[in-house]
């Protein structure tokens, strides 16, 4: 859609810190509490050979793209994994200070590379945020220069299918909308709208294999509400 | 659903082998000729490392398993591929054998072994052609013996989302239908429903890694039509 960019995505959110920081921490996203808090721990948890009841301390490291807050940094602290969380927005840094342990930095999705990041990860992950276009391409291009051979990229997004609505199913910029959400937040940020290939394009494009897909459902509706795809590098050699 | 299970795939297949020589002869299937024929061809070939065009003898042989009366295996066949098409349904395999070029044999799914198929493939090829439960989960667990190391699995399928219709987005057997084709068509087989996630975990659980997801969309409707899921084995050491 003209007119609609991945500079407003964050123009939004620093507009929206506060209204967030409240819809976050008293659980008023139903989907959240009911289904994909619980899916993105019990992944990444999983995938690090860790397990959620946290009794092995696997030692293994975690960036937290686009942490807000911080809630699933400091979950995924208390499993023993060793958590960094980034945010292009300062507001929302600065509240995840405040809320408990954790190592939090503020960086923009375009300053992202290996040298704003110099650290290499076992695990990264990008919960609900990976809004835009050109911003998550360039995400997915850094992401193998910080990621361990072995590592793996774990993303949970709005189930396409169930996001696409009654629009034709292919990628675009959508207007964005706070239905649904406290009268607080305002300027809904566009967000750019990928199929299942699409984001499966990603992944292949910057070298991946996809290792895991599930698709949280709400049994309440019976219908799945995100995505979660997790790749891994496909730097292996065949040995025969 | 209680009462629908495998065997009834096969009893309604070999009921209906004249209408579905018909339907494929005489294109009478509009997403298989607007979309999906395609849309399987091009995956193959890409994932064959040969071309559409058919200019490249790759000397890659294929497996198409539930080959029907054989036009993909006639299709894959003229660029460049050496294909052996496999059938359970008798009546189907002999039809193929009578049009045109082509190795057909008859093989039912639960027959499907290491001893059965001696041979090793590049390329083994499922196109609408799992639509059981004990059936097809047999199938993934025979392919990687018959798969090379360095081999792909490729399965086009409904796109569940599309199919799943009203019902919950779960797995589980769902009644057939055959509305939409020609009156000679009768008994429908049932078939087994079975979520992304789902298809995913075949994959997984029977040590692949996707290195391939299409979902071919009909622009007419704008919405997808099918999947198409592509599986690596993951035997691959990682290598420092």
Same mark, same amino acid.
């Not at 292919?170 to 984001?199: I, L, M």
């Given at each position: +859609?003209?007119?609609? %960019? $991945? ?29 994909? %808090? ?24 975690? /960036? ?22 980034? $945010? ?5 840094? $600065? ?7 954790? %190592? ?42 910080? /990621?361990?051979? %072995? ?27 706070? $239905? ?19 984001? +499966? ?11 895991? /897909? ?12 995100? /995505? ?13």
């Amino acid at each position: +859609m003209i007119g609609l %960019d $991945d500079k407003q995505i964050l123009a939004s959110w620093q507009k929206n810190v506060s209204p967030w920081i409240d819809a976050i921490q008293y659980k008023q996203i139903e989907s959240r509490v009911q289904v994909t %808090d619980q899916a993105i721990i019990e992944t990444v948890t999983s995938l690090s050979g860790n397990n959620v009841s946290g009794n092995g301390v696997s030692g293994k490291n975690v /960036l937290d793209v686009g942490c807000g807050e911080g809630w699933l940094t400091r979950e995924l602290t208390k499993t023993g994994l060793s958590v960094t969380g980034v $945010d292009a927005v300062q507001g929302l840094v $600065d509240k995840a200070k405040t809320l408990g342990e954790g %190592d939090f930095r503020v960086l923009e999705y375009e300053q992202f590379s290996d040298k704003t990041i110099p650290q290499q990860y076992d695990i990264v992950v990008c919960n609900f945020s990976l809004i835009g276009n050109e911003s998550v391409e360039h995400i997915f291009k850094v992401i193998p220069s910080i /990621l361990r051979d %072995d590592g793996v990229l774990i993303i949970q997004t709005l189930n396409p299918h169930t996001g696409c609505g009654e629009s034709a199913y292919v990628d675009g910029w959508r207007e964005g909308s706070w $239905d649904g959400f406290s009268q607080g937040f305002c300027d809904p940020a566009p967000w750019y709208f990928r199929t299942v290939e699409s984001w +499966m394009q990603l992944f292949i494009n910057n070298g991946f294999v996809l290792a895991d /897909l599930k698709e949280p459902v709400n049994y309440r509706t019976g219908k799945p509400v995100s /995505l979660i795809l997790a790749g891994k590098l496909l730097s292996l050699p065949v040995v025969a």
